[in-house]
């Protein structure tokens, strides 16, 4: 098991790493919308937090060696799933023609006030 880290995502805020590789496969935490430099949440509105939460993610998996087109799984979870279909239009500008395995479930809170977190799965 490896433990990947960089600077250019923020630091976990408990007791977990940015990601794991585990043979070919990188398994990344939840992101929410934290910005690196401060470890606070980006001011915006939903948008806003989507596109910090998706440069965040490309962040770990670019330090784990790989980027979204490698990623099977992603988990979605939104605090407002009217947020849905402004996530799916992120979403898919990251994502291209990859188009992973996906679950989307509404949530009553997330860390820190987040509107969305993500977390996914990659294949070396």
């Not at 880290?5 to 007791?15: C, E, F, L, N, R």
């Not at 989507?50 to 992603?74: H, I, M, P, Q």
Request: glycine residues 8%; neutral net charge; proline residues 5%.
């Amino acid at each position: 098991m490896q433990i990947i880290v960089t600077d250019q995502a923020p630091k976990a805020i408990g007791p977990y790493s940015q990601a794991i590789r585990e043979g070919n496969v990188i398994y990344t935490s939840g992101q929410i919308a934290l910005d690196p430099a401060t470890g606070s949440l980006v001011p915006g509105d939903f948008a806003a937090q989507a596109r910090r939460v998706f440069e965040n993610l490309k962040a770990v998996l670019t330090a784990a060696g790989t980027n979204f087109s490698s990623v099977v799984k992603a988990n979605v979870y939104l605090t407002d799933l009217a947020n849905f279909d402004v996530l799916n239009g992120i979403y898919a500008s990251y994502f291209g023609d990859t188009k992973p395995a996906r679950t989307t479930v509404g949530v009553t809170q997330l860390p820190k006030g987040g509107l969305v977190e993500i977390d996914l799965i990659a294949v070396l």
